[in-house]
């Protein structure tokens, strides 16, 4: 009797992971920034729009927008049916074995959040903007842990601005400091640190944290 209910189980279980699609879907994304539908890698047209979008919208605002995308794909707001009984939230169901798509996806968002900060900043018109769109994206990162409490997005963009492509580039760095003094102070005095304190699991989080950072878990899950 335990032998087949163990296995009936098992066939639950295998049955909810091969039904559970991704939330990632690339070939119906749509976007303002490629008004002709097309994905062509590195697109010009994209690249000065996201540039230009970056350096004109204040860093709370776009904080706000990363911590919102990130709420509905991790259902903050427990408003997602996921085909299991009593899961509504994607933070618990990552946690188990049904969770292994999310988790992929959750993995995945991270990878591209933090190829899309560091390619926004190395494909700058020229060193001013570049670093100009550095010393906003810190302005972001500060907003992302201080304000809105999302430790998961605050990880995406300090990863990149930790990027050892973009930490070799010293001569941008000392533009940064010189040109940026504050933002430069706080990414070396306060950001930093708690980027390597989250990375490392010795950060605790507030309580008006909405979204904690899921890397360090979902890296050690065995997918």
């Known amino acids: 009797m335990l032998l087949i209910r163990n296995n009936c189980c098992y066939d639950d279980c295998q049955q909810v992971l091969e039904q559970m699609p991704s939330l990632i879907d690339p070939v119906n994304f749509q976007t303002l920034l490629l008004p002709d539908h097309s994905n062509k890698p590195m697109e010009p047209m994209a690249i000065n729009t996201v540039h230009r979008t970056v350096l004109q919208t204040g860093a709370r605002n776009l904080a706000i927008h990363m911590t919102r995308?990130?709420?509905?794909?991790l259902s903050i707001r427990l408003d997602r049916?996921?085909?299991?009984?009593?899961?509504s939230s994607g933070i618990h169901l990552i946690t188990l074995i049904e969770g292994r798509q999310l988790r992929l996806d959750v993995m995945e968002r991270c990878l591209c959040m933090r190829?899309?900060?560091?390619?926004?900043i190395l494909t700058g018109t020229n060193k001013d903007q570049s670093v100009r769109l550095m010393a906003k994206w810190i302005k972001v990162a500060e907003e992302l842990r201080s304000s809105v409490g999302n430790y998961f997005g605050f990880f995406n963009v300090v990863s990149a601005l930790c990027h050892p492509s973009l930490q070799c580039l010293e001569s941008m760095w000392v533009r940064l400091r010189q040109e940026h003094t504050e933002?430069?102070?706080?990414?070396d005095t306060r950001l930093r640190p708690t980027f390597r304190a989250l990375n490392e699991l010795r950060e605790s989080y507030p309580p008006q944290s909405t979204v904690p950072n899921l890397i360090p878990f979902i890296s050690g899950c065995r997918d």
Do not use: K, T
């Not at 190829?115 to 926004?120: E, I, P, T």
């Open 81 to 87: 049916n996921y085909g299991l009984p009593g899961i």
């Open 183 to 187: 933002q430069a102070l706080n990414f």
């Open 69 to 73: 995308l990130d709420h509905d794909m």
């Open 115 to 120: 190829l899309f900060v560091l390619v926004s």
